[in-house]
T-cell receptor
Framework: NAGVTQTPKFQVLKTGQSMTLQCAQD?????MSWYRQDPGMGLRLIHY???????DQGEVPNGYNVSRSTTEDFPLRLLSAAPSQTSVYFC????????????FGAGTRLSVL | AQSVTQLDSQVPVFEEAPVELRCNYS??????LFWYVQYPNQGLQLLLK??????LVKGINGFEAEFNKSQTSFHLRKPSVHISDTAEYFC???????????FGSGTKLNVKP
C-alpha cells in the first residue's frame, strides 16, 4: 500500500537552479495537489489537478509549473529556484468530489541557498 | 473563496488535562470540515471529518469535534490528552463541487508531563 509517494525527501539547491519534485499515487485518484508549508502559515495551495491533462493554479503558483500526463503522476517544477521557495512541499491526492479525504505524501524539505 | 481561522497558534497543556483547539470558517454555502494532525517530520493524517448528520463527530485517538453552523465553528476537543498527542493540528474546509481544500494556519499542541 504505497499511497502517495514523494521524492526526494530532502534537496538543497543554489539560487537559479531548476529541479522537479516528484509525486505519484496508486489509488486512482482524480484530484492531486501541491502545497507548501511555512512556519505560521499552514498549508498553501500551489497548483492542483482534477484529472490527466487538467491543471489549475492555487493560492501561490508563481515560480512553479505542473503538468499531469497520467492519473498517477503530478510533478512540480521549479524553473529558477529562489530563497523564498525554501519550504516543505507536500503532495496530496483524493477523489474529485468534495468531502473526500486527502491523502498526503511524507513531504520534500527544500532549501534554496 | 473560503477561509479558515485557527485562533491559537500554540496551546500548552499538561498531560491528562482536557483541551480544545478552535477553528472558525467563513462560507455562505454548505461545506465539509476536516481536522488533520501532523506529527514532527511527517505528512498530514486525517483525525476526523464532518460531512453531514450528527454535529458531534468522533475521530481517532479519542478526539472529537462539534460542528456549529450558526457560529461557523468546528472546534476539536479531547477530554484527556497524552504526551503522544503533541503535534500540529490543522483545520480544513472543502465544498461539495470539488475537493479543493483550504487549510488553517495550524495549532501546535504541546503536552507537558
Amino acid at each position: 500500500n504505497a499511497g502517495v509517494t514523494q521524492t526526494p525527501k530532502f534537496q538543497v539547491l543554489k539560487t537559479g537552479q531548476s529541479m522537479t519534485l516528484q509525486c505519484a499515487q496508486d489509488m486512482n485518484h482524480e484530484y492531486m495537489s501541491w502545497y507548501r508549508q511555512d512556519p505560521g502559515m499552514g498549508l498553501r495551495l500551489i497548483h492542483y489537478s482534477v484529472g490527466a491533462g487538467i491543471t489549475d493554479q492555487g493560492e501561490v503558483p508563481n515560480g512553479y509549473n505542473v503538468s499531469r500526463s497520467t492519473t498517477e503522476d503530478f510533478p512540480l517544477r521549479l524553473l529558477s529556484a529562489a530563497p523564498s521557495q525554501t519550504s516543505v512541499y507536500f503532495c496530496a491526492s483524493s477523489y474529485a468530489l468534495g468531502g473526500n479525504i486527502q491523502y498526503f505524501g511524507a513531504g520534500t524539505r527544500l532549501s534554496v541557498l | 473563496a473560503q477561509s479558515v481561522t485557527q485562533l491559537d497558534s500554540q496551546v500548552p497543556v499538561f498531560e491528562e488535562a482536557p483541551v480544545e483547539l478552535r477553528c472558525n470558517y467563513s462560507s455562505s454555502v454548505s461545506v465539509y470540515l476536516f481536522w488533520y494532525v501532523q506529527y514532527p517530520n511527517q505528512g498530514l493524517q486525517l483525525l476526523l471529518k464532518y460531512l453531514s448528520g450528527s454535529t458531534l463527530v468522533k475521530g481517532i485517538n479519542g478526539f472529537e469535534a462539534e460542528f456549529n453552523k450558526s457560529q461557523t465553528s468546528f472546534h476539536l476537543r479531547k477530554p484527556s490528552v497524552h504526551i503522544s498527542d503533541t503535534a500540529e493540528y490543522f483545520c480544513a474546509v472543502t465544498r461539495d463541487n470539488f475537493n479543493k481544500f483550504y487549510f488553517g494556519s495550524g495549532t501546535k499542541l504541546n503536552v507537558k508531563p
